[in-house]
Nanobody, 119 residues
């Protein structure tokens, strides 16, 4: 069984930075795509950034130039470096990974980590 665990959230002031991590644990698996989503108060969950198995990143327009997604395949970890944070970035952030176990593909979510940007 593969699980995803996020960490790194917290309270930060406007203009500050945070680095989120999401670690996949288990055995005998490979990770294909890795993505970050977020859900702000009273809002629907939205995609923030993604990174392919080859390391190609892509971003939601509102975070381009401020957020950077990266991955460390040796550590089964995806990161989200968030700079120049704004109040509208306040949300619970979730990682989502496509995990391959043998010939089976799974779509897994982490439990989320809270990010609060105060003005």
């Amino acid at each position: 069984q593969v699980q995803l665990v996020e960490s790194g959230g917290g309270l930060v002031q406007v203009g500050g930075s945070l680095r989120l991590s999401c670690v996949a644990s288990g055995s005998n698996f490979n990770i294909n795509t890795m993505k970050w989503y977020r859900q702000g108060p009273g809002k629907e969950r939205e995609w923030v950034a993604g990174i392919s198995s080859g390391g190609s990143p892509n971003y939601f327009d509102s975070v381009k130039g401020r957020f950077t997604i990266s991955r460390d395949n040796a550590k089964n970890t995806v990161y989200l470096q968030m700079n120049s944070l704004k109040p509208e970035d306040t949300a619970v952030y979730y990682c989502r990974c496509t995990v391959v176990v043998g010939t089976l593909w799974y779509d897994l979510w982490g439990q989320g980590t809270q990010v609060t940007v105060s003005s």
